[in-house]
């Protein structure tokens, strides 16, 4: 007897759920990462037969039955997902873009509710590339590498310059060190020299004379480079270390990048700049949102994730997963305050497109240029959680190479807002009237 393994969504999270081969073994995602627990036991026919390999019929056959694959558990909602998937080949195809990620997370405890890496493929047919691929004259290996490609999942698999998302990080290193506080004044005149560079900020006339939280309503380099520089690269360095940036988040799902950073050592004045304001290094989104969760959530890193338990067939085993937390990343107070202004970025800064009436949310945009910076090509995202005082929900979406206008406030904190809008109250949580 033969089963074949049959996804009733067909492209729906196909870079997390994967698929299995001829063999029902998996291939990737979710598949792979929990197969001993989905493939159960084949069973066996043993008979008896003669030399010339012929069954001897009186002796009968003895057969011992499979054993069924655990039912796996996970955390991703089918109805946020599709969602997700829906808003974002809407902005792929607005914006004709590359690609466009979404992930959607609790960031109370790293259950992942949606992944979505458009465009997806089909399970049903994983092995057959997009329409429109020439494959003519390609040797078997090439065409094995534009399928690996198909397959990858970015949110985990691919980092990114993350750009001013990372100020999130730096604002709150800045204040759990007491290297500034919301008041602290600070001047941008358009442009900070740093060393022999001029680092501009993306308002050319400057900002002038701003507060601290004004400079993160605003988004402002230089007041990003000057906390930088205040914390210094050991410190800085330290904290890249405590947040958990330096390694990777322990996501169930094979494949995960690491954080490409520069080498202590390497970190001059000029890079401590640059990477106070989310260039000259790289992430993945995962690690992103994990590190953004545990600034606002308390202060606890937790482990994003999709299995929740796997249990077996009649329900008699059940193994509930569990996943490591590392409490005390930053200070309540630090979190608190970074729900302040992450609230105050949305309410009146350059997130205000991801205001909705009725809740209180918090966020960041973000505008990366992609190297080479001659091609003039960007990723635009932003990330956002909600309720801004009490977070259930943290979503971060990222567009490659959109055309036209790119900037992340106005093109990436609008697909966010939409996402919220639409699962706060399916998740529960009711606009109140003294936010509308």
């Not at 009186?58 to 796996?72: A, K, Q, T």
């Not at 458009?118 to 590339?129: G, I, K, Q």
């Not at 100020?167 to 290193?173: C, F």
Request: glycine fraction near 10%; charge should be negative; proline fraction near 5%.
């Amino acid at each position: 007897e033969d089963y074949k393994r049959y996804y009733p969504y067909d492209s729906l999270a196909s870079k997390v759920l994967g698929f299995t081969g001829g063999d029902n073994q998996g291939i990737i995602g979710l598949e792979v990462k929990y197969d001993e627990y989905l493939q159960g036991e084949p069973g066996t026919i043993l008979t008896v037969t003669d030399a010339r390999g012929i069954e001897v019929e009186e002796e009968g056959e003895d057969r011992m039955e499979p054993v069924d694959g655990e039912d796996l558990y996970i955390s991703m909602d089918v109805n946020i997902q599709q969602y997700a998937t829906q808003l974002a080949n809407q902005v792929m195809a607005a914006k004709e873009a590359e690609s466009v990620s979404i992930l959607v997370m609790k960031p109370d405890n790293g259950e992942i509710l949606a992944m979505v890496n458009v465009p997806e493929f089909n399970l049903n047919d994983p092995f057959t590339l997009p329409e429109g691929t020439d494959t003519s004259g390609m040797s078997e290996e090439e065409k094995q590498d534009l399928l690996n490609q198909m397959w990858r999942n970015g949110c985990i698999n691919d980092t990114y310059e993350p750009g001013s998302v990372f100020k999130t990080i730096t604002a709150a290193a800045g204040l759990e060190a007491g290297v500034v506080t919301m008041e602290d004044t600070f001047s941008c005149p358009g442009y900070v020299m740093v060393e022999d560079r001029r680092i501009r900020c993306h308002k050319v006339g400057g900002h002038g004379s701003e507060t601290f939280l004004q400079g993160a309503m605003n988004s402002c380099n230089p007041v990003f480079i000057d906390v930088g520089q205040r914390l210094g690269v050991d410190n800085y360095y330290k904290y890249f270390v405590q947040f958990g940036l330096m390694g990777k988040t322990g996501i169930d799902l094979p494949g995960e990048a690491a954080t490409i950073m520069h080498k202590k050592e390497n970190m001059k004045l000029v890079e401590l700049a640059t990477v106070s304001f989310g260039q000259s290094f790289q992430i993945t989104p995962v690690q992103l949102v994990t590190t953004a969760a545990s600034i606002i959530n308390g202060g606890n890193r937790v482990t994003p994730h999709f299995g929740i338990r796997a249990e077996s067939a009649d329900g008699q085993s059940v193994k509930v997963f569990e996943y490591p937390v590392r409490e005390g990343v930053v200070s309540e107070e630090t979190s608190a305050r970074m729900r302040y202004i992450l609230e105050q970025v949305v309410a009146e800064g350059s997130g205000k497109k991801a205001a909705i009436g009725g809740y209180r949310i918090g966020g960041k945009t973000a505008t990366s240029e992609k190297l080479p910076r001659s091609l003039k090509k960007y990723i635009s995202s932003f990330i956002g959680f909600a309720p801004a005082d009490d977070p259930q929900v943290i979503a971060l979406i990222t567009i490659d190479e959109p055309e036209g206008v790119y900037y992340g406030g106005t093109i990436a904190a609008p697909v966010i807002a939409d996402i919220f809008k639409n699962i706060l109250p399916y998740m529960g949580i009711m606009p109140s009237e003294e936010n509308s």
